[in-house]
Nanobody
Framework: QVQLVESGGGLVQAGGSLRLSCAAS????????MGWFRQAPGKEREFVAA????????YYADSVKGRFTISRDNAKNTVYLQMNSLKPEDTAVYYC????????????????????WGQGTQVTVSS
């Protein structure tokens, strides 16, 4: 049973920073790509960032490119999302997700690639 547990959300002023963490368990973490998605009230869940299983390839939504950085520590079975220069429009519940297939090289932007999801952590950015 794969489990993903997010932490690090909170309330921050615009321009501030937060780092989200997602601890994974239940399978070989290093063989699977990971992603972060977010969902604001009344909106659909949207892609934020993803990182390949080996950590070499990273992908970002245009809205966060240059401000957010995804990384992973395979020794700790953890993926991170460093969020800088936060804006009020970044306010959402952030979800960690694990890809379905080992060594996946397909479309990391789509929710279809992900089989497991965390419970979410709230990020609120005040203006």
């Amino acid at each position: 049973q794969v489990q993903l547990v997010e932490s690090g959300g909170g309330l921050v002023q615009a321009g501030g920073s937060l780092r989200l963490s997602c601890a994974a368990s239940g399978r070989t973490f290093s063989a699977y790509g990971m992603g972060w998605f977010r969902q604001a009230p009344g909106k659909e869940r949207e892609f934020v960032a993803a990182i390949s299983w080996i950590g070499v390839n990273t992908y970002y939504a245009d809205s966060v490119k240059g401000r957010f950085t995804i990384s992973r520590d395979n020794a700790k079975n953890t993926v991170y999302l460093q969020m800088n220069s936060l804006k009020p429009e970044d306010t959402a519940v952030y979800y960690c997700a694990a890809q379905r297939d080992r060594y996946y090289n397909g479309n990391a932007y789509s929710t279809v690639a992900y089989a497991y999801w965390g419970q979410g952590t709230q990020v609120t950015v005040s203006s």
